[in-house]
């Protein structure tokens, strides 16, 4: 038996070594299956949410004609002659989430702007983690900060502003936002190569129209997704709308009134008697199923507009 110089057995080196590589390949035959299933579990939990608000919903529309959920514009889920119209719910989501949209995408925008074109790498590196806290503070904080202290302010500068109404939670869920506004836009901005800028330069543009005539373009597509993504989140807004724009179903256009949001509406139903199997406990599903649909429908529009004006560099 041929042994090693150092008295080891050649032939057990050779055994081992072979122990070893079977072993590696078992681990590599095992890694990717393992893999697969971690990735293949986020889908089978979308589609079992997906499948749950279904067959709820299903439930909900035996009960309550499909025309008049989406049309109908009053919401009474309580009492004998009880109305399910979901458009007071659609109205008020809408109309808050335009008002944070509004408050997040200038400010959001600009402080991206700053950040990546005129800000020193020393101020970016201070500037930045603190505007990120901002998306740190739970949600219920906002609240209280929206019910006690912005819509006093308001209420001072606008007499007929009710105590609940739904400005005062759109400007603070727009707050909330504006750092995934700017964190997402000015990572886009600052992927965008340095060349184009030192190109648009050298032709005597200024620092200003770089900015915005090379920079925001080229990264708008990773732009329009920060915006989305903000949308998505003031939409899905929970604790903020339920606790300062109040639980009136009114259907109405006007931000200075009280109004309720789809996820206002599912708190407030939750935390009551909504029997199973009742009408008003099918609605939280037919409520929740419309907020998803809405959703995706936005993040489609989102990814239709981001490929449309994608860069590659």
């Known amino acids: 038996m041929a042994k090693h ?59 309550v004609p499909f025309l008049d959920f989406f049309t109908g514009t009053k919401l009474k889920p309580l009492g004998e002659n009880a109305q399910f119209g979901v458009l007071p719910l659609l109205t008020g989501t809408i109309i808050s989430s335009v008002i944070a949209m509004a408050v997040a995408i200038p400010i959001g925008l600009m402080s991206a702007v700053y950040l990546s074109e005129y800000a020193s790498d020393r101020v970016r590196r201070i500037l930045k983690p603190i505007l990120e806290v901002l998306a740190g503070i739970p949600t219920i904080v906002y609240g209280f900060f929206a019910f006690t202290f912005v819509t006093p302010i308001l209420r001072a500068i606008i007499p007929g502003l009710e105590p609940t109404n739904i400005l005062s939670p759109g400007i603070v869920m727009g707050i909330m936002i504006i750092p995934m506004v700017a964190s997402l836009s000015e990572d886009a901005m600052s992927s965008v190569p340095n060349a184009m800028r030192e190109g648009a330069l050298a032709l005597g543009s200024t620092k ?106």
Do not use: C, H
Not at 22 to 46: C, D, G, Q, Y
Not at 219 to 230: E, Q, T
Not at 255 to 271: H, R
């Open 5 to 63: 110089k150092d008295g080891v057995n050649v032939r057990e080196l050779i055994n081992e070594k072979k122990t070893t590589l079977n072993t590696n390949r078992l681990i590599e035959a095992f890694i990717p299956k393992f893999l697969m299933v971690i990735a293949t579990i986020s889908i089978f939990t979308t589609l079992g949410i997906i499948l749950t608000l279904l067959f709820e919903t299903v439930e909900f529309f035996k009960a």
């Open 208 to 313: 200003l129209e770089v900015a915005w005539k090379v920079v925001v373009p080229a990264a708008m597509s990773g732009i329009v997704a920060s915006f989305v993504l903000a949308i998505s989140r003031a939409i899905g807004e929970t604790m903020i709308v339920t606790i300062a724009s109040g639980s009136t179903k009114n259907f109405t256009f006007d931000i200075t009134q009280s109004m309720q949001t789809m996820t206002a509406y599912i708190v407030e139903v939750t935390g009551g008697d909504a029997p199973a199997g009742s009408t008003l406990y099918y609605s939280l599903y037919a409520v929740a199923m419309t907020l998803f649909v809405f959703t995706l429908i936005m993040n489609l529009i989102a990814q239709y507009i981001s490929r449309k004006y994608r860069e590659e560099y």
